[in-house]
């Protein structure tokens, strides 16, 4: 069973940052393409950024220019790197593989706090 196992969230002011990490028990390049995901309170999880296997990224509108999702596949990690947090950021943040496959069993997640 795949483990996927997420760190780096906290509790910052509007217009602070946050390194997201997602580190995987088992190689990253056998995964393909990978995506963070967060839930907000009261709301559904939704997907925020993906990566392709080489590299490839897409973001929702809303975090456009401001998070930058990447991976690092010999360290079997994936990243989100949080700029110019918004309180309306504040979710738990989850990696799975990107949609479109499977989805692996869902991490802990890493809870990002935004304060206004």
């Known amino acids: 069973q795949v483990q996927l196992v997420e760190s780096g969230g906290g509790l910052v002011q509007a217009g602070g940052s946050l390194r997201l990490s997602c580190a995987a028990s088992i190689s990253l390049f056998s995964m393909k393409g990978m995506a963070w995901y967060r839930q907000a309170p009261g709301k559904q999880r939704e997907l925020v950024a993906r990566i392709s296997n080489v590299g490839i990224t897409n973001y929702i509108d809303s975090v456009k220019g401001r998070f930058t999702i990447s991976r690092d596949n010999a360290e079997n990690t994936v990243y989100l790197q949080m700029n110019s947090l918004k309180p309306e950021d504040t979710g738990v943040y989850y990696c799975?593989?990107?949609?479109?496959?499977?989805?692996?069993?869902w991490g802990q997640g890493t809870q990002v706090t935004v304060s206004s």
């Open positions: 799975n593989r990107a949609p479109g496959a499977p989805f692996e069993s």
